[in-house]
Structure formats: C-alpha cells, structure tokens
C-alpha cells in the first residue's frame, strides 16, 4: 500500500494537470477529495486557463443554438459535423422550439439571451455547465411583432479588477445612445449619462466583439459611405473610433459583414466581400489587424474564392481558428454551417482558393446562431452580491 510519503507533491500534479484538456480535468474531480480540491480552485482555473493560452492549447469549441438544441462542435477534429465531433448540451434557459441569442464569449464563459418576455440573460460556461442569472436591468427589447429586436450587446472582462462586464447599446434618438453596463463584481446594472455623441448616419452593427478589454461594433456611414468600427473601452467606460481604411481600388464594391471576430492572440479580423469579375466569381475575405488600433496594419488574413456560386447566401456569423474558417450558407436551400482549410497557392497571377471545403453540418430550418469559445474552468468567484451558480 502507498504511503504519503510515496505521493507525488502537489505542485508536481499541479504542473501535470495545468496540461490536461478541460473535460479530463472535470472528470478527474471524482478521482479524489485532493483532486477535487485542486481542480476546483479558482485560482488554478485562473492558472490553467493563462498556461493554456500561452501555448496554444486551449479546446476551441463552437457553440451553436437551433430551435430545438444547443450543440458544440470540436473545431480540432478533422471531422467536422460528424456524430463524433458533436456534443449535445443541456440547460435550463433552453425553450423548445426558440433558438437562444448567443451574444459573446469571454474566458470560455458566453452571453446569451432567452426569448422570453423580458429576454432573460445569463452568464453561463458550457465546459462545466455553471450558470448565473443577470438580474433583471430595468429596460426590455423593442418588438417586431413577437419577435425581439436586442440592444447591441457585448461581454468581455477587466484584468485588473477582476471584473466581467456586460453592455447593451440602445438608441434614444436625437443623435444619442443609452449605454447600460452590468458588472459581476456589483452585481448590478447601471446606465451611463453625457454619452458621446453618435453621429445621425451611424448604423451599429452585430454584436460586440471582445479584445484588449475593449468591445467592438461595425459601423456603416451612409453620408460618405464608408465603414468604420466603434470601440467601448470597458475601463475607461468610453466610445471611441477606429478608422476601417483597408480596400485596394480593385476591389470597389466590397462588402463588410456585420458581425467581426478574433483570431490567435485576440487580434480582431473583419469578413468582406466583392465580384472578381475576370474569374466571375464571389471572393469572401478575412482581415486582421496586427498592431491593435493601428489602421495601417490591417493585413488580408485569407481569402475564399466562390466559383459559379457553389455556396449561397454567405451569412454571419464567421468563426476563425488558427487555420480553420466556418461560415454559414445556404446551398440548394439546405442551410448548413463549412468549415475550409488552408492550402498552398499554386501561381500568384491564378486565383486559386486559398481555402479548401473540409467538412459540412446541416442544421434544421429556422433561427440558428453560433460563436466560437475556449473550453475553460473559469467562473465568477467571490462576487459580491452573486447568486451561487447552478449546474446546468
């Protein structure tokens, strides 16, 4: 029989488990009350999440809602959409037959609203199943008929308060914006006074895009018809503009999607497409920018050329992973989510797809919504004012 003195120290196990996946991680809870106590602690999920992304090896998921489940899907698997890629999740805020609103993802946690009459929000980690309840802000959605139209909302995190924040950008008109952020660490809402002013012509876009502790929205232009991006420093709790000045001339009539996303290392990157006329064909563009708020440095990321319209109706969301892209098309009037693969380009004066078609996922008709995240042990620990969390 082993003795305590034959167990390995702790900080040894510590290192190996800081290695292990998320959902091992969870498992190994059950192996001992030494385990459980070190898996569970936040300050090693905190630690795991850090060495995780350091070196690249965090689980990247994507989470995709339907009227009738909630699904993630390994993007590491090369065999996307298959039964064995597939993870089918289970919550209490999921409605049958309404897709949930999946709003933004920070940490490994996401934002997401139910339909109901006041679309309710949570805070919830699809990893470990945790979930909190928003308390309620004290506004609802606009209405088309039945269905919601939500504020522009977003979610991200402030490092040096250990802060997750939520804000929801609502329109009062005049030329005015009602800013109404959340805070896990209050636990309460609060509306931001003496906004800025928002140009008339702005139009926000999508939904908020998380990096350098900041969100950020697409805005269109219709007076100089020009598109930029709205940033909402979530310290300072201020807008400010990024100027979205990337086009070559060959390129006139390009169109920017309203939804933007991150790549490695929280760079944002933007979707756009143009008719390349002397191939005829669609070309769907990725653009990042390497210096953040450094117009200068957006640099084309990838390109996707769509021959005789094989895929239909590009729609946001786009998800990117290292050298993985997934969109949304309709082909055939079947919707489905693909993901393309890098190659090689053969000639530099021949258009070839940089990207390849690498594998399909039908989803059911109807509303559907997606979002990638990073499978995490992270939860909102400690707060004051917070509701313990449910599992899911």
Not at 5 to 31: A, S
Not at 343 to 352: G, N, V
Request: charged fraction near 25%; hydrophobic fraction near 35%.
């Amino acid at each position: 029989m082993a003795t305590t003195n034959e167990h390995l120290p702790e900080d040894i196990i510590v290192q190996i488990l800081y290695r292990l996946p998320v959902k091992p991680l969870i498992r190994f809870r059950c192996v001992s009350k030494r385990w459980s106590s070190i898996v569970s602690n936040p300050q090693f999920a905190k630690s795991q999440f850090k060495f995780a992304s350091e070196r690249k090896i965090l689980g990247p998921k994507l989470l995709v809602s339907t009227s009738s489940q909630l699904e993630s899907l390994d993007l590491q698997t090369p065999s996307f959409g298959d039964d064995s890629s597939l993870r089918k999740l289970t919550c209490p805020f999921k409605e049958p037959g309404r897709a949930v609103k999946i709003v933004s993802s920070c940490n490994g946690m996401v934002f997401v609203v139910a339909h109901d009459f006041h679309d309710t929000s949570y805070i919830w980690n699809p990893s470990t199943g945790l979930l909190f309840k928003l308390p309620y802000p004290g506004f609802d959605s606009k209405r088309v008929g039945s269905r919601p139209v939500l504020p522009r909302c977003g979610f991200g995190y402030v490092s040096a308060t250990d802060d997750y924040k939520v804000v929801a950008v609502g329109s009062l008109g005049n030329s005015t914006v009602s800013v109404d952020i959340f805070s896990s660490k209050a636990n309460s809402w609060k509306r931001i006074k003496s906004q800025p002013h928002f140009s008339e012509e702005y139009c926000i876009k999508g939904r908020g895009t998380f990096s350098n502790e900041a969100l950020h929205w697409l805005v269109d232009t219709s007076t100089d018809d020009k598109s930029a991006i709205i940033a909402f420093d979530l310290v300072e709790e201020k807008f400010r503009e990024m100027p979205l000045h990337l086009l070559k001339q060959d390129e006139a009539g390009c169109y920017f999607f309203g939804e933007m996303g991150v790549v490695s290392g929280g760079r944002l990157c933007v979707a756009s497409n143009y008719v390349d006329y002397s191939y005829w064909c669609e070309i769907i563009q990725l653009w990042v920018m390497m210096e953040y708020d450094v117009c200068e440095s957006w640099t084309k990321l990838v390109k996707l050329a769509n021959y005789n319209d094989q895929l239909e109706g590009f729609q946001a969301p786009f998800v990117y992973w290292e050298r993985s892209l997934v969109m949304s098309f309709v082909s055939e009037g079947i919707h489905m989510l693909v993901r393309f693969d890098h190659k090689e380009e053969e000639e530099e004066e021949k258009l070839d797809e940089v990207l390849v078609r690498s594998g399909d996922y039908t989803l059911e008709r109807g509303d559907f919504d997606m979002i990638g995240y990073d499978e995490s042990l992270l939860w909102l620990h400690d707060y004051q004012g917070a509701q313990n969390p449910t599992q899911a």
